[in-house]
């Protein structure tokens, strides 16, 4: 699943599936179960899916869970390989068994 931009599920679900079926962000979020601003930042791509955002989206509009979180695994993967050289760790070395 290598994708050089793969695109915010957020975004995904914002226009495959709210906007489709002409719902309000606030409709949308009240058929969730989850609040106006949660659903908003994710829609709005400020937030990541979580497995339970994508368990509720399943069980109201359909599309598979495994599939939407495969879309943010491939998301979250791009984006920490363009932050690789931020990421600042020691290589841990195993010592020698006394």
Do not use: C
């Amino acid at each position: 699943m290598s994708m050089k931009n793969p695109p915010h599920v957020g975004g995904f679900i914002r226009r495959e599936i709210v906007a489709p079926l002409g719902l309000s962000v606030t409709d949308a979020a009240s058929a969730l179960g989850v609040t106006r601003q949660a659903l908003s930042n994710l829609l709005n791509e400020r937030t990541s899916l979580s497995a339970d955002m994508a368990l509720r989206i399943e069980k109201s509009f359909g599309p598979k869970m495994d599939h939407l979180m495969r879309m943010q695994l491939a998301f979250d993967l791009v984006e920490a390989r363009r932050r690789e050289a931020e990421i600042k760790v020691k290589r841990f070395a195993k010592r020698p068994a006394a």
